[in-house]
């Protein structure tokens, strides 16, 4: 960020986006609509604006930050942004140039309305580097990969559990809690006390359905399901774990029982094109080459009506990260980059086929992070 | 909404905001890398223009929208908002002039980069109608008062099952798995197959901690803690349930084992606050008056460094909405709205003292929806 900062002649940057609190001080801001925001200056000072509420817990997190600057809460007597602007004056940035993330400087949909910094202190001059410091993210480091393989092997325990618990007549929900559950204790009991999730969700392993049940699994993003579970349904999965705000994909089909032979013909052709995606990525080869792939099976095989989005994408800090493994990605693929790879088949009134394992771009060759049991044999439930 | 199209002279509102396909129509869209819009027309047409994963699943949540334009998915050969522009052409919206409730005509933290609309079909008008939008939101009809009441219901069964299994010993997503799965499993029973969660949470009732644990709970935004819950222990709760999309706040104090007299006497001090809280808001007064009195009663007891944050907010699709209880809001109170009252303090190395109740604003009256046990003695664990 400092070297950023120099090859663009800025005095500092002004970052909004919690996301980016993670990312550069390992900080987990809950944002609402209380404005925050961190200054990294060209010198290597850490600065943190926010609300009072935050003056401590920030410290509890991260010990990168040298001073905090806080406001009781928005939109308070003064609005907060008018104390931002003070405290860049404070902090000696007016007339020189400063980086900033958002043109809204802090966005949030929990009710703020913003001022703009730019108005309140024309003599600073914002210039966007939202796209550079997001670039920052795509290539994860050493460590990240690290953390990112300890989500893969909690995710892998939470669904093995989901296997375990799941039977007819059971809610989806009811299987997700037990499993995130267990797999979360047994998680917290391995890590130890070191082990702290930064995703305020409940569990810090998550393991589920999400209202993939039968028919339902036919929508990608179902959200959730009146009925419980059947013998006979064909359910999609995804298991994750939070580590130190990073996840991972792990995402299966399971049968209920014996399925029927429309829907093992269904599953392995999915399993087909989720080969022909692995085989087609490749480091320094395009994003696009994946779901090209796809695409190109899934017409040779009279299959295209039933994919219903790209191949994957790639992920860290969010759910889902840019870039894709899009029709209309070209970004070149490069070694320390983290996808899903998905492709999936969607066919009306019977169900959902889609497995999302995670892969490591290597210098020379591709790791799927999720080894788990992908065969039809090996995912059908007793 | 077509009131407001009519005053403003457009021909249509392009609607990108996620909570407000909620709103509008009813319909729970997982905002990612991919836009979406509603398009509403001055006549009454709703047209959806997003990804084909949604074209048939937004039919099992809405029957409000007449017609569904799809793309395969983001960023596709052709971005997404080319093809926006070309269906607003379709639907003979060019030369006339259309309401938008985002100048970004779309955002997402997930990785989706945006092109102009207005760039891309300069002779459409785009008007911002955003604050407009929201505005409708903040009184609450009849039929949204009654499911946030549904919500209050089984985030109190959450409530006392949390009181249940909270123990020396468990780790507070334990506790907060288990009341969460058992109250939802009742709620879902209770309500029968036409209850639906909107929003995408493991479980339709959510009661737990979320680390304000010990000397953690005074963190107000704690995100987790690495220990378990202790004897002695004060603990931060929060219950909701998902009805509809819409919820409620009921947060309490709970005590492991007899608390001490510090603990007793703060909790004193934050009950006597919240009445002063309560006392002050009044139908047609101002947002601010309870922050106000609050922040009276805390100067006059010497207890103003204890106080992180405001006094409360509104809610309903949102976990926070505006206006605020904030010494800066001086929004008139209008029946139908819906709040959080919940003044706080937090005192370091001891804990946070908090309840918050959701209340109703009346023709002339507040009623408190949470009807819960609010006394120490009450919230103690033996």
Redesign the interface.
């Known amino acids: 960020l400092r070297g950023l900062l120099e090859r663009n002649g800025l005095s500092a940057a002004y970052i909004s986006?919690a996301?980016s609190f993670k990312y550069f001080v390992g900080y987990?801001y809950?944002a609402?609509?209380r404005p925050a925001a961190l200054i990294v200056s060209a010198g290597g000072d850490v600065f943190f604006f926010g609300?009072?509420?935050?003056?401590?817990?920030l410290f509890?997190?991260t010990q990168l930050v040298s001073q905090v600057f806080t406001y009781?809460?928005?939109?308070?007597?003064?609005?907060p942004m008018r104390l931002f602007a003070e405290w860049l004056r404070q902090l000696r940035l007016t007339n020189t140039r400063v980086g900033v993330d958002s043109a809204s400087f802090y966005?949030s949909?929990?009710?703020y309305?913003g001022i703009s910094l730019s108005e309140l202190e024309p003599s600073i001059k914002f210039t966007a580097i939202g796209e550079e410091l997001y670039s920052m993210r795509l290539v994860k480091s050493i460590n990240e990969q690290e953390l990112i393989r300890e989500s893969v092997k909690w995710g892998a325990v939470g669904h093995r559990l989901l296997e375990k618990y799941t039977q007819p007549g059971l809610?989806d929900?009811?299987v997700?809690?037990?499993a995130?559950?267990e797999a979360?204790?047994e998680m917290?009991r391995t890590l130890g006390?070191?082990?702290?999730?930064?995703?305020?969700?409940?569990?810090?392993v998550?393991a589920?359905f999400?209202g993939q049940v039968g028919e339902?699994s036919?929508?990608?993003?179902?959200?959730?399901?009146?009925?419980p579970i059947q013998k006979g349904d064909v359910l999609g999965t995804g298991a994750s774990a939070d580590v130190d705000g990073y996840h991972s994909e792990l995402e299966r089909n399971l049968f209920v029982g014996k399925p029927s032979e429309k829907c093992i013909r269904y599953h392995g052709l999915m399993l087909k094109m989720q080969d022909v995606a692995l085989a087609a990525i490749r480091p320094k080869g395009k994003c696009s080459d994946a779901d090209k792939a796809v695409d190109g099976f899934a017409r040779e095989n009279g299959l295209n009506e039933y994919?219903?989005?790209?191949t994957g994408?790639?992920m860290g800090l969010?759910?889902?990260?840019?870039?894709?493994f899009?029709?209309?990605?070209n970004t070149q693929i490069e070694p320390g980059m983290v996808f899903s790879v998905e492709p999936g088949l969607?066919i009306?009134g019977l169900g959902g086929f889609r497995h999302s394992d995670t892969v490591l771009i290597k210098e020379d060759s591709v790791e799927i992070l999720t080894k788990y049991p992908r065969d039809t044999d090996s995912l059908i439930l007793s």
Chains 1, 2 share one sequence.
Request: proline share 7%.
């Open positions: 986006s996301t987990s809950l609402t609509e609300p009072v509420m935050e003056r401590d817990h509890t997190q009781r809460d928005y939109p308070g007597d003064k609005h966005s949909a929990w009710g309305r809610y929900f009811e997700a809690a037990k995130s559950l979360s204790l917290k006390y070191g082990y702290k999730a930064k995703n305020w969700s409940m569990t810090p998550h589920g999400r339902h036919a929508y990608p993003h179902s959200i959730s399901i009146e009925s994919v219903l989005h790209h994408h790639a969010e759910g889902h990260e840019a870039p894709f899009d029709l209309g990605d969607y009306p």
